[in-house]
């Protein structure tokens, strides 16, 4: 049975890609934050679901090294998605390091810990998500958002050479899509948001999980290292 790592599997896309892998039959690490929400209502012997505040960074580094979660690995996905709206110029450094902390740093602290088993095993996959954002330099109150998600995109770079060890590192670049978290600024102007794709509307759930799957399955035998921009053109 192969196994799955989810951080940030309480999100609508997170909870969703967790049906998929137990409907495949995986076994599945599911991570939460504050919420649980539906994932407890799965009941599968396939799933098992913890908690841990990402801001914590040192503890949660404690943690990956003891934990017997982070051991044979065969797929990493992060989802985190924390987005605290604040004007940048209200901003202090603390804002800062909360969103690179969950964002970027605790998806830095488990690659570092799974690559080894990886080799051993001979391959896996990893995906990172990021946000269209990251194209635009974020809106004036999500700068730090999306400054924390684009190092996502940078961050495979010094890991091109296990490639040839099979394991994949890719990244996603997610569009507008259809999750709570697009819709937690109450004052931004969804249709003229979406106004702005190509496409004219908004990315399902499903259509990005769809995605996360073909890119961490055994169909994708050749991109790594990339940049995958799903967003309707944007």
């Known amino acids: 049975m192969k196994k799955v790592l989810i951080l940030g599997a309480s999100s609508n896309i997170g909870y969703s ?43 949660f580094e404690k943690f990956v090294q003891k934990s017997e979660i982070f051991k044979n690995l065969d797929i990493f996905v992060s989802l985190t998605g924390y987005l605290n709206l604040k004007k940048i110029e209200k901003s202090k450094v603390k804002d800062f390091f909360d969103h690179i902390n969950v964002n970027y740093l605790s998806n830095f602290i488990v690659t570092k810990k799974i690559v080894n088993s990886m080799k051993k095993k001979g391959g896996g996959k990893i995906l990172y998500a990021s946000s269209i954002g990251t194209k635009f330099g974020g809106s004036h109150n999500s700068f730090i958002y999306s400054l924390s998600k684009f190092m996502n995109e940078f961050f495979p770079r010094p890991y091109r050479n296990l490639t040839k060890n099979k394991i994949l590192i890719n990244t996603l670049k997610i569009g507008l899509t259809d999750t709570k978290l697009n819709k937690k600024d109450k004052k931004k102007d969804m249709k003229k948001r979406i106004s702005l794709i190509p496409l004219s509307r908004m990315a399902k759930i499903e259509e990005v999980v769809n995605y996360i799957e073909f890119l961490t399955s055994e169909k994708n035998t050749l991109i790594a290292n990339e940049t995958i921009n799903i967003s309707g053109g944007e």
Do not use: E
């Open 17 to 59: 890609l967790t049906k998929k892998y137990l409907n495949k039959n995986f076994f599945v690490y599911a991570h939460y934050n504050q919420n649980a929400g539906k994932l407890r209502k799965f009941k599968k012997k396939n799933l098992k679901i913890f908690n841990f505040d990402l801001k914590k960074i040192t503890n």
